[in-house]
């Protein structure tokens, strides 16, 4: 089987190509059965692929295929060859099984939209790239994908063109994330520069031989690809085009963050690990940008009306909590909860387009009353919802926080104000989750359902709830009475914290006191948000800057793009533009003279004709 792991991307492209050829001349049918059923069959290929790799690991516990050498120039020979070890599996599982999903429902959501066939052929794209990504064999080929989720994140963004508003939002997110891919784009130089190749695992031996830990050259590397990671992953200080992109259909929004986009800059700390356990001070500027952007995030989210954005600061938060874990080396512990929050964050947008859809409204205070309109969607929130603040036992992303919280204390890297933090980061994602699910579903019925949900969007939702609730136990601690089989899986690839240092806490004792946040976040909940509260938000000065993100587009519009737009107003008569605009006066000018030859009279033509061939006839004769 690991032969045809080429096609895993070549079948969703081959897919995203017909779609945009021919999408406007074949049915609505055939383009569904194709953009879905190609999602499917390169997500049943990765299970085939995945059970052969478990079942026979591949030399190396890695397998590379070697398809065709790029190009070839000045000793520069980067391959298109893909890689797959137990991290980029992981990452493959969940981005074409969820896409899959997340495409079985869109063929039922997007039925009535008259792009049908372009936005399945952006979104097929969409996880066509994130799969190069995440099986690039080297950085080049990487960067290639990362660039593509970007072109398809701005096409899905501003997938509604005819809203100005949508293609601002597209625009916004393009722009802000050119600033991360430019510093991971100088990044790919300086290493190339220094080490010779872009071969990622060659890259990391050479790193590891030639350059010491905490050299200047070390810490300038990891910071560049910090920037690209930050970019991408929504992190500060780059945070604010993620809350913006909801613009997008909410299949977009669940592709975005729950399997691709945003989580490409974890997986690019992850796979270049080495890099960072060189440059110690940007390992940890990785675990306090995460921590600061999982609470700023949280507390942003605690204010919104609007349900996507609600979501949108949940990702921004939990993607915090997936860095923190980077930063501090728990590698494992932040992969692992990447796949817990694909599946219930998958879930959670799902379930509010279904809301959404069905009563034409995203603002919460409009909603109310809805858990016995919309029961499936109702329950996928619970679900969803329990999950995304960790109901000890019962929910995947206990198990996931909790390892993240535990070893951001006990792990060598650790300490008491990240565990503080983390703690504090749960109760408000309990409180934030529990105060849109009272707004939304209980409380006085404030609008009717005006359609139901299909077969397609049900099958995805139960899904997604099932993995939501059983994910987490790929990876039980073993106090928990289970085995820690993903982490054991991923260490094969990446280092072990475990193995290094006990700490000064247990796990017991973390997982006490998650549970015992989550619970006091939904008693908050229930107390501040309750049906019996006044639905009224709230007003406060505090509340509005949270509301705004904490005023960071305010921020940079004043410092970045208003004073771009003085200098282009200034810069509008550049002496640079003198020359130019004389050529074409001169074109222009010999247009005009050009045109009063043009009289219609026919004998001043044939005039014309005659004296020019008695001019160039002198010419020939004077000049011989």
């Not at 194709?34 to 692929?49: D, H, P, Q, Y």
């Not at 000793?75 to 298109?80: A, K, M, W």
């Not at 799969?131 to 660039?147: Q, S």
């Not at 928990?480 to 006990?502: C, D, K, Q, R, Y």
Request: proline share 4%.
């Amino acid at each position: 089987m690991f032969k045809l792991l080429w096609l895993v991307a070549a079948i969703p492209f081959a897919s995203a190509a017909l779609l945009a050829l021919f999408g406007s001349r074949i049915t609505r049918r055939v383009v569904a059965i194709l953009g879905t059923g190609s999602i499917g069959l390169a997500a049943v290929l990765t299970m085939s692929i995945g059970a052969e790799f478990i079942a026979s690991p591949p030399a190396g516990n890695a397998y590379v295929q070697h398809l065709w050498t790029w190009m070839n120039t000045g000793g520069f020979q980067p391959e298109i060859a893909l890689y797959l070890d137990p991290v980029s599996l992981l990452m493959l599982l969940v981005v074409t099984f969820v896409g899959f999903l997340i495409h079985l429902y869109s063929v039922e959501y997007m039925r009535n939209d008259e792009g049908y066939a372009r936005f399945f052929a952006y979104m097929n794209l969409f996880v066509a790239s994130m799969i190069t990504l995440v099986l690039a064999n080297n950085l080049l080929l990487l960067y290639l994908g990362w660039e593509g989720v970007g072109l398809c994140s701005f096409l899905l963004i501003g997938f509604w063109y005819q809203d100005p508003a949508n293609v601002r939002a597209a625009g916004k997110a393009f722009i802000v994330t050119r600033i991360g891919d430019t510093a991971f784009a100088v990044g790919l130089f300086l290493l190339f520069t220094r080490l010779g190749t872009l071969d990622i695992q060659e890259v990391m031996h050479r790193a590891s031989a030639h350059w010491s830990p905490g050299s200047g050259i070390a810490m300038a590397a990891a910071a560049l690809l910090l920037g690209g990671a930050v970019g991408k992953s929504a992190q500060l200080p780059l945070q604010t085009w993620l809350p913006d992109a909801m613009a997008g259909p909410t299949p977009t929004s669940a592709l975005i963050h729950a399997a691709t986009m945003v989580t490409a800059g974890v997986y690019l700390i992850a796979r270049t690990h080495v890099l960072f356990t060189l440059a110690p001070v940007v390992q940890l500027a990785v675990a306090i940008i995460g921590t600061a952007t999982m609470l700023m995030a949280a507390f942003s989210a605690l204010v919104q009306r609007d349900m996507k954005r609600v979501l949108a600061y949940s990702t921004i938060s939990q993607i915090g909590y997936m860095f923190l874990a980077l930063g501090l080396g728990a590698w494992s512990a932040a992969m692992f909860h990447f796949m817990t929050h694909a599946f219930f964050k998958a879930l959670l947008f799902l379930a509010a387009g279904v809301v959404i859809h069905a009563v034409h409204e995203q603002d919460m205070f409009r909603m109310g009353g809805l858990r016995s309109e919309l029961r499936l969607a109702f329950w996928s929130f619970v679900i969803g919802g329990s999950a995304l603040s960790g109901l000890p036992l019962i929910t995947a992303g206990f198990f996931s926080k909790d390892l993240i919280l535990w070893q951001s204390w006990a792990g060598p890297n650790g300490n008491a104000w990240f565990w503080v933090a983390g703690m504090t980061g749960a109760l408000l994602t309990s409180l934030y989750t529990f105060r849109m699910i009272s707004l939304a579903f209980y409380g006085p019925l404030q609008s009717h359902v005006k359609e139901e949900s299909g077969l397609a969007v049900r099958v995805s939702l139960i899904a997604l709830c099932v993995l939501s609730l059983a994910g987490g136990y790929v990876d039980t601690p073993p106090h928990f009475g289970g085995t820690p089989a993903l982490s054991n899986f991923l260490n094969t690839a990446l280092p072990s914290l475990e193995e290094v240092h006990i700490g000064p806490i247990t796990e017991i004792t973390t997982a006490l006191s998650a549970s015992a946040v989550f619970a006091l976040g939904l008693a908050l909940a229930y107390l501040l948000y309750g049906p019996q509260r006044s639905r009224l938000p709230a007003r406060g000065s505090l509340q509005q800057l949270w509301f705004a993100g904490w005023g960071f587009d305010w921020l940079y519009d004043r410092l970045l793009v208003r004073p771009f737009q003085w200098l282009t107003r200034k810069s509008a008569r550049d002496l640079a533009d003198v020359p130019i605009k004389g050529l074409a006066q001169i074109a222009m000018l010999g247009h005009r003279c050009l045109q009063l030859t043009q009289t219609g009279r026919v004998r001043w033509y044939a005039m014309g004709l005659a004296m020019g061939t008695v001019a160039i006839l002198a010419i020939a004769f004077f000049v011989r």
